[in-house]
């Protein structure tokens, strides 16, 4: 990287981590698609920058959430993570991490995670985090059992593209990861966390 991005909070030989601001927001225009209409709730990209501005400043409001951009080394804004209800007394909160779909499937995923969570539980001095993760969605869920997540639960939750054809081709293999009911379609989300001493733990035996 030429230059050191401001507002950068962590980095490593790969990657920056930094504040996400309003102008990393107006970069998602330039993202690419997914071409999985499971995943078309994460094309940020179809989105005008008047809308990208309201979801910038939704993302940004309430003392309870952060979030952060990712950048590699060739200054590429690459995904973003978010910690959501951010809980001080318990010292825990809700993941999210969103990649950009031309650059999914390259390891960025599990090297942004790798820092920000020595950031989240070294710097931040959080307990645990929790997450949420469409069954469907077996490449993160992957990713997250990697790391240390750990499944805790799950239930069911009102998908956000009710056009689905579990008929076609593509989609038969989804199948069971979702429940129709009355014309409606519903995800199975798992509930997964992770928690300081089995992080530590990993990170002890070099598992992250």
Request: charged letters at 30%; hydrophobic letters at 35%; aromatic letters at 16%.
């Amino acid at each position: 990287m030429e230059h050191r991005l401001q507002n950068t909070i962590i980095e490593d030989n790969s990657l920056v981590i930094k504040k996400l601001e309003l102008e990393d927001a107006l970069k998602i225009k330039s993202w690419g698609r997914h071409s999985n209409k499971l995943f078309i709730d994460y094309d940020l990209a179809k989105y005008n920058q008047k809308e990208l501005k309201i979801w910038y400043y939704s993302k940004k409001s309430g003392i309870r959430n952060k979030y952060f951009a990712i950048y590699n080394y060739n200054n590429d804004f690459i995904g973003y993570i978010g910690i959501k209800d951010i809980n001080i007394f318990k010292k825990s909160s809700t993941l999210g991490i969103v990649l950009n779909p031309s650059f999914i499937s390259k390891g960025y995923g599990y090297k942004a995670m790798c820092i920000f969570l020595d950031y989240y539980f070294n710097e931040m001095n959080m307990k645990r985090m929790n997450l949420e993760v469409n069954e469907f969605n077996e490449r993160a869920i992957k990713l997250y059992k990697k790391l240390g997540f750990r499944y805790v639960s799950e239930y069911l939750g009102m998908f956000e593209n009710q056009n689905i054809n579990f008929d076609e081709i593509e989609y038969i293999k989804y199948r069971d990861n979702f429940v129709v009911n009355n014309g409606i379609i519903y995800s199975k989300i798992h509930i997964m966390t992770l928690d300081y001493r089995r992080y530590k733990l990993k990170e002890q035996y070099n598992e992250i």
